[in-house]
């Protein structure tokens, strides 16, 4: 598995603010950056999948799978929480 998995329905956007045009990424591109920090370790990111997965019990088996290069593990994890 790449360092950064980057979910392909992630996207950078261009929002309206009251200080002008802003770019931002979506939730899935967010979720594709926390997902790839809690693999390799970062204390905040896991704390945050945690906090964001409905399933916790499904967390440590879709880390271990994701750690071992299986891209559909990593897509689920993502999913269970980009849309939330």
Do not use: C, Y
Request: glycine fraction near 4%; avoid cysteine; proline fraction near 4%.
């Amino acid at each position: 598995m790449e360092p950064h998995f980057v979910h392909p329905l992630s996207t950078l956007e261009t929002v309206d603010t009251e200080v002008g045009k802003k770019e931002v990424i979506n939730s899935w591109a967010f979720a594709s950056m926390i997902w790839s920090s809690a693999l390799a370790g970062n204390e905040n990111a896991l704390m945050m999948v945690n906090e964001l997965f409905a399933d916790k019990s499904q967390i440590p088996a879709l880390i271990l799978r994701s750690k071992q290069g299986d891209e559909a593990a990593v897509r689920e994890a993502i999913k269970s929480f980009a849309s939330i």
